[in-house]
């Protein structure tokens, strides 16, 4: 059975730079009042962080559904099977478009749900195609993505209290008290969440903040066969401090810094910055 492997732009294939033979990424959508633009396509990671700088509010949405329908009707008659490891359903429609496109032409369609994004979700993208190419079945694949996945975890730190507010994710009330007691959330995003943003917990400073991932890191069993990736919002000083913090905590793990994905920053912030681990697909 010849099988694709499609993901979107929220796994950061773009940015980072990953092609592999059957491996197809759709552009999620960023937009501001003006300009509707393609993620890792007609607008990168760099340039959607200056937007907000300079006071664009910009929203994220699925990818195009007519980029969906062209690369599925393309698709259809190479391959047996689409199989997709979108971004997270609980904070895209990314898989109920590629499910309805499918469904619509009558196209052979399977997915697995990572209740992630960005290194957690490419990670598990890649590791199905590899496996793919391996004659690996179906069932198989979904099995050892599924153990990887049940043993990740993302966590999203926001600082900018005020761009919270003008997404309509905080009242001015909420912010105006974090604020006074310098109160910074922690978010995380898993399969206990829905793949959904939930508050973790609620502290006071970014470090103390940064300390509480750690402790969860910790106390989850993170170490050697563990991949952790730190992100940031335009915060590379923090980023790399909190890189070498890390190494220092988990010495056998594989880690590394990034941007964070901007369909998940400019909900989030500039100056923030996010962690994840997930247990590594050894092929």
């Given amino acids: 059975m010849k099988i694709a492997v499609i993901t979107d732009s929220g796994s950061n294939a773009f940015q980072e730079k990953v092609e592999m033979p059957g491996l197809y990424v759709l552009p999620l959508t960023i937009t501001?009042?003006?300009?509707?633009?393609?993620?890792?396509?007609?607008?990168?990671?760099?340039?959607?962080y200056e937007l907000m700088a300079q006071g664009k509010l910009l929203k994220t949405s699925q990818p195009p559904l007519g980029l969906i329908e062209e690369l599925f009707i393309r698709l259809k008659d190479e391959y047996d099977l689409l199989f997709a490891v979108p971004i997270t359903s609980g904070l895209s429609g990314c898989l109920s478009a590629m499910s309805a496109t499918a469904k619509r032409f009558d196209i052979d369609f399977d997915f697995f749900d990572c209740y992630s994004t960005a290194s957690n979700q490419l990670h598990l993208a890649t590791s199905a195609r590899k496996m793919f190419d391996q004659g690996m079945a179906v069932d198989k694949v979904k099995e050892i993505l599924k153990e990887s996945a049940d043993n990740s975890v993302t966590f999203v730190l926001p600082v900018d209290m005020k761009h919270l507010v003008r997404g309509g994710r905080l009242t001015k009330r909420a912010a105006t008290l974090a604020g006074l007691f310098k109160i910074?959330?922690?978010?995380?995003?898993?399969?206990?969440s829905g793949g959904k943003n939930d508050v973790f917990d609620k502290v006071r400073t970014l470090k103390r903040a940064e300390e509480r991932v750690i402790t969860y890191f910790r106390e989850h069993g993170v170490g050697k066969g563990y991949r952790i990736c730190v992100a940031h919002v335009r915060n590379q000083a923090e980023g790399e401090s909190m890189v070498k913090r890390m190494e220092e905590a988990f010495p056998e793990a594989d880690i590394y810094l990034t941007s964070l994905i901007s369909t998940v920053g400019v909900h989030t912030g500039l100056g923030c910055v996010a962690f994840q681990y997930i247990k590594k697909i050894e092929l």
């Fill in 32 to 48: 501001d009042d003006e300009n509707t633009y393609l993620e890792g396509v007609n607008i990168s990671v760099d340039e959607t």
């Fill in 184 to 192: 910074v959330p922690v978010l995380i995003v898993n399969e206990g």
